[in-house]
Nanobody
Framework: QVQLVESGGGLVQAGGSLRLSCAAS????????MAWFRQAPGKEREFVAA????????YYADSLKGRFTISRDNAKNTVYLQMNSLKPEDTAVYYC???????????????WGQGTQVTVSS
């Protein structure tokens, strides 16, 4: 079992930045592909970014490339999401997810955090 706990969400003005963190405990973190998803009110959960177990490869939703950066520190069992140039449409609950099956962009990961709210004001 893997437990995931997100932090770092909050209220920010448009154009600002936030860095989300996801701390993992349980099974060896370094074996897991990790991803970030988000879900806005009334919308489906959508893929944001993913990173392979080694951290060598990263994947992004096309609409977010250039503004968001995913990274991980396997020594700290933590994955990060740096979000820059935030827009009101980035407002959502952001979820951390993990699996051992490789990168998928559908919300089919085995392990999920509880989510952290990000609100971007105009």
């Amino acid at each position: 079992q893997v437990q995931l706990v997100e932090s770092g969400g909050g209220l920010v003005q448009a154009g600002g930045s936030l860095r989300l963190s996801c701390a993992a405990s349980g099974r060896p973190f370094s074996r897991y592909t990790m991803a970030w998803f988000r879900q806005a009110p009334g919308k489906e959960r959508e893929f944001v970014a993913a990173i392979t177990a080694s951290g060598e490869s990263t994947y992004y939703a096309d609409s977010l490339k250039g503004r968001f950066t995913i990274s991980r520190d396997n020594a700290k069992n933590t994955v990060y999401l740096q979000m820059n140039s935030l827009k009101p449409e980035d407002t959502a609950v952001y979820y951390c997810a993990g699996n051992r099956m490789g990168v998928v962009t559908a919300p089919q990961y085995k392990y999920w955090g509880q989510g952290t709210q990000v609100t971007v004001s105009s």
